[in-house]
């Protein structure tokens, strides 16, 4: 049976996408099939491509169809519920499944990334947490490495206890290249928050897929 995880973050716009495929490299470097889904994403290219998905695509390696990684697609750069609503449709939880189940038959390692943070709606009655919930796995939280992190992973984390999730590790991203006592929050972190350290990202503009393993280590 595939081992597999939920990827969340303390905001949008944290590097959620590029822990992910940091992840799913360690994984490749480990022989393991690794495969990223993304079964939400908001906001689309002018090809009607969004990055994010994009991107999971190419550092997997195992293929699956992009329907199948991304089975909710939305043109809007909003929270998911407005972008839907926008669309004129409602995310419902039937096509994430069976993505997931598809996913379990070809590969050992999902990573399933959220999007923004972890209580952004996907619809005015299903949640992330709810999500997790349905497909049963652990959680890997993303902190964004600045101003304001200590908070906002310590609220995270507690929104994971509280609604019963397992909390399996978070990663650290830089992103910030001027944060200042970068190393006295990350201790503060590891001290605080209840689950292992799995690795920290040091900023990075651009960054090959290759290159992002080496900081980062699969839970155990």
């Not at 796995?137 to 994971?160: F, K, Q, Y």
């Not at 001027?178 to 799995?198: G, H, S, V, Y």
Request: overall charge negative; hydrophobic content about 45%; aromatic content about 4%.
């Amino acid at each position: 049976m595939a081992k597999a995880y939920f990827i969340t973050g303390t905001d949008t716009e944290i590097g959620k996408t590029h822990a992910t495929c940091a992840l799913l490299a360690t994984a490749a470097q480990q022989g393991l099939r690794a495969i990223g889904l993304k079964p939400v994403a908001a906001g689309t290219d002018a090809t009607g491509q969004n990055d994010d998905v994009v991107r999971l695509m190419a550092a997997s390696n195992v293929a699956l169809p992009e329907r199948t990684i991304n089975p909710w697609l939305l043109k809007e750069p909003l929270s998911p519920h407005i972008a839907a609503r926008l669309a004129g449709v409602e995310i419902t939880t039937a096509p994430i499944l069976q993505s997931f189940k598809s996913a379990q038959s070809v590969a050992d390692l999902i990573l399933v990334e959220g999007v923004g943070g972890l209580y952004a709606p996907l619809s005015d009655s299903l949640s992330q947490p709810d999500l997790i919930q349905a497909l049963d796995i652990p959680v890997i939280l993303v902190v964004g490495l600045r101003l304001g992190c200590l908070n906002h992973a310590l609220l995270t984390a507690s929104a994971i206890k509280q609604h019963g999730l397992r909390f399996a590790g978070w990663i650290g991203n830089q992103i910030d290249p001027a944060f200042q006592a970068m190393d006295d929050n990350i201790q503060t972190l590891k001290a605080r928050l209840e689950a292992p350290c799995l690795g920290i990202l040091p900023f990075q503009n651009t960054a090959a897929v290759a290159s992002l393993a080496s900081p980062l280590s699969l839970p155990q």
